[in-house]
């Protein structure tokens, strides 16, 4: 497959759901798209053994590359068990790209018990995003809590971005939650939606309560 994609000029979206790829079969697919000048969306998602240190490294290579840095549009890599820390690592391959579109829901981004880190990990990544294309962010199902809401912030406010839409259902939010993202849509002048729902400690019980709304 890495070697017809590296040749094939009229594929623009690969779809690599599901496919139990390991790091080894990643690491071949990436060969190929290497070489590849047509393809405009990348997705991943529904592989949760394939984001390992290394394959996020490769990843970040080839989203630096000039075709794939100018021309892709969509990276999908949801449900692939990205967490905080392995973001970080992502960070340097989105930046300055012209992805439009960025899926990252159903990972661990919030999920690790030490909520410092967490914190720490996702504000370096929200300050220091330079996506001046991206305009939907998802990170539905992240337990991204508390910490999560305090780097998203750093999204909320930056001028320079222009994210339109943001997904954020079901990541553990409560009222504390709400008056965080509140302090950061205060001069928020790009953003059209904003969807929290589904929040609090499981989908049956939503911790948000009148006083957060």
């Not at 590849?36 to 949760?48: A, D, E, M, V, Y």
């Not at 001046?132 to 001028?159: F, K, M, S, T």
Request: aromatic share 6%.
């Amino acid at each position: 497959m890495g070697e017809i994609l590296a040749t094939n000029t009229h594929i623009i979206e690969f779809y690599a759901e599901n496919c139990q790829l390991s790091d080894d079969n990643f690491d071949a697919l990436m060969t190929g798209l290497q070489s590849n000048r047509s393809i405009r969306t990348l997705n991943f998602q529904n592989n949760p053994d394939v984001i390992t240190s290394a394959s996020i490294s490769r990843l970040s290579i080839h989203l630096q590359t000039r075709y794939c840095k100018n021309n892709l549009v969509v990276l999908a890599l949801c449900r692939t068990n990205l967490d905080d820390k392995v973001l970080r690592t992502l960070l340097s391959g989105l930046n300055d790209t012209r992805i439009r579109q960025l899926f990252l829901n159903n990972n661990l981004l919030g999920a690790n018990t030490d909520r410092l880190r967490v914190k720490e990990n996702l504000s370096y990544c929200f300050h220091r995003i330079n996506m001046p294309d991206l305009e939907e962010l998802y990170l539905v199902e992240n337990e991204l809590g508390r910490e999560g809401c305090e780097a998203i912030q750093y999204l909320l406010r930056n001028d320079n971005t222009r994210l339109k839409h943001l997904s954020l259902f079901r990541n553990r939010f409560d009222d504390s939650c709400c008056r965080i993202l509140a302090e950061g849509l205060k001069d928020n002048n790009h953003l059209d939606t904003i969807y929290i729902g589904s929040n609090g400690s499981s989908e049956s019980l939503d911790s948000i309560t009148s006083k957060g709304w």
